[in-house]
Structure formats: structure tokens, C-alpha cells
């Protein structure tokens, strides 16, 4: 084993291993193993530095170190040794470890209530949920430029009313707003459920209930319609086989869109609409005009759809040959408000209008639509004015007899 060499300083030797080597060139040499020996407290104390390269870079390091630990020693002031040394530092290493742990946690916890990543576990949980895209859509378009990277705990009451201003500058319905409302809310009890989040839901006027009034008011009238579908049947034969469907089946856009031919029924004059809006399947039947536009179609395989768009493929859209019509024959001309705008669901608004004009009772309707609630048929049911005029006219007559009567019984007293 090779001799030991002095440093001359602090009591520093080492021995070098001809094996390992240090440095390139001229500087090559072998690799030296350093101790210290030294007197402290009566004893003989070493400390064992190790191998150049190891716990310490050079022999420079090592000399400094051992200079820092004699003036302690000389100073009275901790730490005294090289085992000393080692564990403050390895105690000071932990402690920056568990403050980064610490840390880690720390915005791990922030993270999972950034409502972003709130919402992504929300649609995780709700994958099955029928309105999610819908969701998802006025998400990103609304929620998540405004809200998106903010915790939970970070969002403001400015932050809501911000969306509420974007929304009602880009023109959108009441309806609309107060779904981007339903949509925050439940991202937030969704949280608080699962333990996410333990603080306040902002309960500003934004995020309260609203009764809104969004009902649309405009239907058209048997000969209103007639004149309508002539003119989008002169520029579109689809556009108006799925308008003369609405207009007397009452069926929804979606509905027709997802209308494929295994659904069909000719012969008992019916057609099986499947998931629709409020999940429940339920039977339409065909009225002899609808009969004969299904005679004008040349039937496809059992799972074609019905009808298509342009380009073969399912419809996303009313095509804008509809409201081309709308706007040629100015149905929507002077009107501001939407609820009183011709658009293709007033078709299926004026289904229901014309069935109750003709004294077909609300529950019948409400099956013919599709609806769980008469009150939801009542949004769609209109009496025209001549129908109003006919009633108060039997009220009049009525009451008008009793109070002549009343008169003259009360003259011959």
C-alpha cells in the first residue's frame, strides 16, 4: 500500500493509488485519498475526506473545508469534525428536499382546483351525460378565456360578470347566459363534492337562478307556412322535405338529423325517433302530406340516414337555405327581438300552435312533441287572436245575459 504524503496543512495526508488517475497531459497524476488527523478534546480525531472527486472536488476543496473545521474548533463554534459537517449538511439537503416535497404538494394541490383541470375531471365523470358537448362548447368559447387558469379560490366576482358582459355583447340569449351560470355552478358543487375544494361558491347575482323569460312568441299561421316552404323548396328539395317534416310532425332538427331509414314505418305510418332530448323514445306519426314526401324518396339501407347534407354526410346545421327564405320573404323584417324571430324550430313551435287552434287537447301535444311536463308543451302552444275573439264572445254572452237579467228583475222591484 503506498505511504502516506503530508499536506502540511490541518493535519491533511493522503496516499495516492497508482490504479486511478486525475487530470489530462502534463497535470495526469493518481488519484489521492485524503484524511486529517488531528488533537480535539484530548483525542486523536480523524477525519476521512475519501477520495478526490468524491464528497469533495479537489484537494483545494478539502483544504478549505479542513481550515473551516479548525477555526471552529479554535472558535468554539460548531460543527467541530468532518462527521459534524456531513450531517448538517445532509440535514440542511433534507430540508431542501421537504421544502420541495413540500412545494411539489403544495402546487399540486393548486393545480387540481384550477378550474381547467376541474372541469376535465367533471367531463370524466359525466362522459355519459347527453349535454356534455354542449357543455364543452360553451366552455371553451365563454368559460375557460376568462376563467380557465384561475383556482377556484382565485375567482373573482369581475371574473363572472366578464362573461356575462362578453356574452351579452356578442348578442347572445338570456338562455344562453344563464346556461354558462348552470354550467359554473356545477363545476364548483362538483368540487366541493369530491373534496377538491372546501370555500365559497361566488354567489353573485351571475350565479343565481333567474326565472327568464325565453319563450319564443313567433309561430306562422297554416298560410304563413305554405308561402315559407314554397320558397325553400325552390331552391332546396331537402331543405324543404326536412321543413315540411317539422312543420307537421313537430319534429326537432336534431331529430330529423339523426332520422335514419330502420326508423321509418311507412306502412303504419310512423317513424321511432331514438334519444332524443328528453331520452325517451317515442313514436311520430305521418300525416298524409308527410306520406307523400316519403313517396318522392327513393329508400336507402336500413342505417343510412335519411337525409343528408351537400356533401353526403350527416347534417350539422339547418342549411342556410332556410333562412335565405326567411330573409327574401322578410318574415324577420323590423323585428329586434329574437324571441319573436322566424327561425327552422319555429316550425316545430308552429306545430304545436296550429294543433291547439284546432282544440287539440295539451296532453295529446305534449305526446305528439315529446315532452315529460304539459308545462313545457305550453311554451309552444299559442291561440291565434280570432280563436281569444271567439271566447270573449261567449263570455260576453254569457255574462251579458246574466247581468240584463240581474236589470230587469232589479227595474220591476
Known amino acids: 500500500m503506498a505511504e502516506w504524503v503530508s499536506v502540511g ?4 495526508r493522503y496516499r495516492e493509488d497508482n490504479t486511478r488517475s486525475v487530470g489530462v497531459g502534463r497535470s495526469k497524476r493518481p488519484t489521492r485519498y485524503y484524511v486529517a488527523v488531528y488533537k480535539w478534546q484530548g483525542r486523536t480525531t480523524t477525519d476521512t475526506y475519501g477520495w478526490e472527486g468524491d464528497d469533495f472536488k479537489n484537494e483545494d476543496d478539502i483544504v478549505s473545508t479542513a481550515l473551516e473545521l479548525r477555526q471552529n474548533r479554535r472558535n468554539m463554534t460548531p460543527p467541530f469534525t468532518l462527521a459534524e459537517l456531513k450531517a448538517l449538511r445532509k440535514a440542511d439537503l433534507d430540508e431542501v428536499e421537504r421544502q ?3 412545494e411539489e404538494r403544495r402546487q399540486a394541490r393548486e393545480n387540481r382546483i384550477i378550474f381547467d383541470n376541474v372541469f376535465l375531471r367533471y367531463c370524466e365523470s359525466n362522459e355519459h351525460k347527453k349535454s356534455l ?3 364543452a362548447n360553451y366552455y371553451k368559447n365563454w368559460i375557460a378565456p376568462v376563467i380557465g387558469r384561475k383556482r377556484l379560490d382565485q375567482i373573482l366576482l369581475f371574473d363572472l360578470e366578464k362573461i356575462r358582459a362578453k356574452m351579452t355583447k356578442a348578442g347572445k340569449a338570456p338562455r344562453s347566459i344563464g346556461y354558462v351560470k348552470s354550467i359554473v355552478r356545477q363545476v364548483y358543487h362538483f368540487a366541493m363534492k369530491h373534496k377538491l375544494y372546501a370555500g365559497d361558491v361566488p354567489t353573485t347575482h351571475f350565479l343565481e337562478r333567474q326565472r327568464i323569460d325565453n319563450k319564443r312568441q313567433r309561430y306562422l299561421s297554416p298560410a304563413e ?6 320558397d325553400v323548396k325552390a331552391y332546396s328539395l331537402t331543405t324543404w322535405r326536412v321543413s315540411l317534416l317539422s312543420l307537421n310532425t313537430g319534429m326537432r332538427f336534431s ?5 335514419r331509414w330502420q326508423h321509418v314505418n311507412i306502412q303504419n305510418r310512423e317513424i321511432l325517433v331514438l334519444d332524443p332530448k328528453n331520452g325517451e323514445t317515442r313514436a311520430v306519426y305521418l300525416t298524409d302530406t308527410v306520406l307523400g314526401m316519403f313517396d318522392e324518396i327513393q329508400p336507402g339501407r336500413p342505417d343510412d340516414l335519411v337525409f343528408v347534407d351537400s356533401n353526403g354526410r350527416k347534417m350539422a346545421r339547418v342549411s342556410n337555405t332556410f333562412m335565405d327564405s326567411v330573409n327574401r320573404l322578410r318574415l324577420n323584417d323590423g323585428i329586434d327581438d329574437r324571441r319573436l324571430k322566424v327561425v327552422f324550430h319555429s316550425l316545430r313551435h308552429s306545430c304545436a300552435s296550429t294543433l291547439v287552434n284546432a282544440g287539440v287537447e295539451i296532453p295529446v301535444i305534449a305526446k305528439i312533441l315529446g315532452h315529460k311536463t304539459l308545462t313545457m ?5 299559442h291561440i291565434n287572436d280570432d280563436s281569444i275573439k271567439s271566447a270573449m264572445a261567449v263570455l260576453d254572452r254569457q255574462q251579458g245575459g246574466k247581468i240584463t237579467r240581474m236589470r230587469r228583475q232589479s227595474n220591476g222591484q
Open 133 to 135: 358537448k354542449d357543455e
Open 225 to 230: 307556412a305554405a308561402v315559407l316552404l314554397a
Open 255 to 259: 331529430e330529423i338529423a339523426n332520422l
Open 100 to 102: 420541495r416535497q413540500e
Open 9 to 12: 496543512k490541518y493535519g491533511l
Open 377 to 381: 308543451t305550453m311554451r309552444y302552444s
